[in-house]
């Protein structure tokens, strides 16, 4: 159950997703501003709110996420939204959380279309959701997005072997396959 004072969600999900709004993109194009407004994620805007355990999703890890993180989720996700010319001062630190990065993928937003690894916190919360296998959940965060259903349909293949991948190692072997440095 939501919290008192927390928005309410239209239909309950199983994970609590966050979005620590760092207030740097023009908000009618923040992902992460339109998935509070919808209630599908919950704002913070300090860093002091993230949840202990929570899977905090930071690109400047090594650590990637996969399956076997999906215990961590049952705490919570947390999408740090900011813009991407300013993502390299914002990550440099690790936050409290269980911190990974998400396998790279294409994006699929007007911003950045096509380009590897470039998603918006709605992407990024729906991939991670995918591979843990909520995939219901990860096409309901899209739904409110015109362009939302392209980020599946681009990344269809490597989300379904991220997801079937049974340890980290098998998600960066996979990663390989799919995007060769």
Known sequence: MWRTGEPKAEKRFEIRVFALEMG???????????LCRFGLAIPIHQ??????????????????????????????????D?????????????FRGVNRRLPLLLASNPINYGKLGMLSSVEAVSATLYIAGYIEH????LSIFKWGGTFLTLNHDPLE????????????????????H
């Open 24 to 34: 740097q993109d023009d908000p009618k194009k923040c992902s992460s501003a339109k």
């Open 47 to 80: 860093f002091q709110r993230i949840p202990r355990s929570a899977v905090v999703l930071n690109p400047a890890v090594s650590e990637v996420f996969s399956p076997k993180d999906k215990d961590a989720l049952k705490v919570g996700l947390v999408a740090i």
């Open 82 to 94: 900011c813009s991407w010319k300013r993502a390299e001062e914002v990550f440099k630190h690790r």
């Open 138 to 141: 990860a096409q309901r965060v």
């Open 161 to 180: 072997d991220y997801r079937a991948a049974e340890t980290p190692e098998d998600v960066l072997k996979t990663e390989q396959e799919y995007f060769k």
